[in-house]
């Protein structure tokens, strides 16, 4: 039989505990560094961390938001899979409309992703709440749009999408502007679903397994 750890309890430890050592998780804010941990766990690149932005509020804005009833909006359904639900407080609903009907019909009539569409049909209710977005680009910049436009401002954005097209364009406007709205993002084309879950996760239970 090979050696190898087995237990899940112990890879989680002993991965986090790797982790911790890492000098640029040190040098961020003690409040992020459960989230920046489970990002790097998330992907195996610690280097990423030079790249991470965030607002100062998003470590306590998320469970704030959370604890307030806030709902979590996911841009594709496998972010949605992969949130830990037992980290999130009873009641708390995760949305994502990528496959429904309406989405298509209204992302073929006006030329845009399903991702961008979804936005807009979730339109309002979208303020107060959390959104996720880890692959689809078209979805931030049109949440971008739709709080340019007046709209109401969710309760925070956890925005890592990753891609060629967009990606790096679209977390960079959200660094560089939030809207007035905490977030966090990680710059450049990498990021993805796993990473974003990784984020939510974090933010929502810190190293919590």
Not at 27 to 52: F, K, Q, S, Y
Not at 112 to 132: H, K
Not at 148 to 170: C, Y
């Amino acid at each position: 039989m090979m050696d190898y750890v087995r237990e899940p309890e112990s890879i989680y430890k002993q991965s986090f505990e790797m982790i911790s050592r890492v000098e640029q998780l040190q040098a961020l804010p003690e409040a992020i560094r459960p989230v920046a941990t489970r990002i790097v766990h998330a992907c195996g690149m610690p280097e990423i961390l030079g790249d991470l932005r965030f607002s100062d509020d998003i470590a306590e804005a998320v469970p704030d938001a959370l604890a307030a009833g806030a709902d979590i909006y996911c841009d594709v359904e496998t972010l949605r899979y992969g949130v830990m639900k037992h980290l999130l407080p009873e009641g708390c609903a995760l949305h994502c409309r990528i496959s429904a009907p309406d989405v298509a019909s209204h992302a073929k009539a006006n030329r845009m992703t399903r991702a961008s569409a979804q936005i807009d049909l979730w339109g309002e209710r979208l303020g107060g709440q959390i959104v996720a977005i880890g692959n689809a680009p078209t979805a931030l910049f049109r949440l971008l749009e739709w709080i340019d436009a007046g709209g109401a401002k969710p309760a925070a954005i956890i925005a890592l999408p990753v891609g060629f097209v967009g990606a790096a364009e679209s977390k960079a406007e959200l660094a560089r502007d939030p809207r007035g709205v905490p977030f966090i993002t990680l710059l450049g084309q990498k990021g993805g679903v796993g990473m974003t879950q990784a984020a939510v996760n974090g933010l929502a239970g810190g190293l919590n397994t």
